[in-house]
Nanobody, 119 residues
């Protein structure tokens, strides 16, 4: 089973940038579509972005489109989420998840990394 560890969260002012990393171990990420989710206090977890491993197609929630960029480094078995023009409403715990390709099965979730955007 793949294990995921997020990093890169922190406190940033509105308009600033952060880059989140999701490092995988145990299995190559070639088996998975990788996704980022976030959960703000008192709210449900929501989809942020996804990247398919084979053809690297990317997908974004409307709320982050044009500001966030998902990418992956095959050699490092790592997925990134570059977040620019951050807004206070982006404040949340961000999670990466590995979805088994061709299925709806989420095989693994990271522990989450806190992103706080001050106004």
């Amino acid at each position: 089973q793949v294990q995921l560890v997020e990093s890169g969260g922190g406190l940033v002012q509105a308009g600033g940038s952060l880059r989140l990393s999701c490092a995988a171990s145990g299995r190559t990420l070639s088996r998975y579509a990788m996704k980022w989710f976030r959960q703000a206090p008192g709210k449900e977890r929501e989809f942020v972005s996804a990247i398919s491993w084979g053809d690297a197609n990317t997908y974004y929630a409307d709320s982050v489109k044009g500001r966030f960029t998902i990418s992956r480094d095959n050699a490092k078995n790592t997925v990134y989420l570059q977040m620019n023009s951050l807004k206070p409403e982006d404040t949340a715990v961000y999670y990466c998840a590995a979805q088994r390709s061709g299925t709806s099965i989420y095989e693994s979730w990271g522990q989450g990394t806190q992103v706080t955007v001050s106004s």
